[in-house]
């Protein structure tokens, strides 16, 4: 028994694509910057270590620092 659809696909307004194709940007634009901001945090209120490696931003972060690392 063969059973096939004979709807035709729905049609979907070229608003409604770039519509949700932009929101789906944002929220991911939106999702990296909370992300990178929280890093961010983490790295600078562990202040300067030499030990934890959480991501290249701290090796950056150190080396383009004003202050030098006390390691104690």
């Not at 694509?17 to 634009?29: N, S, Y």
């Not at 890093?39 to 202040?47: E, P, Q």
Request: with cysteine.
């Amino acid at each position: 028994m063969k059973v096939s659809c004979s709807l035709p696909p729905p049609q979907v307004l070229l608003a409604r694509k770039v519509g949700a194709e932009f929101i789906g940007l944002e929220t991911l634009i939106g999702c990296a910057v909370v992300t990178g901001l929280a890093l961010i945090v983490i790295i600078l209120s562990t202040g300067c270590s030499s030990k934890p490696d959480y991501h290249h931003f701290l090796c950056c972060f150190e080396a383009l620092s004003k202050e030098e690392c006390k390691n104690s």
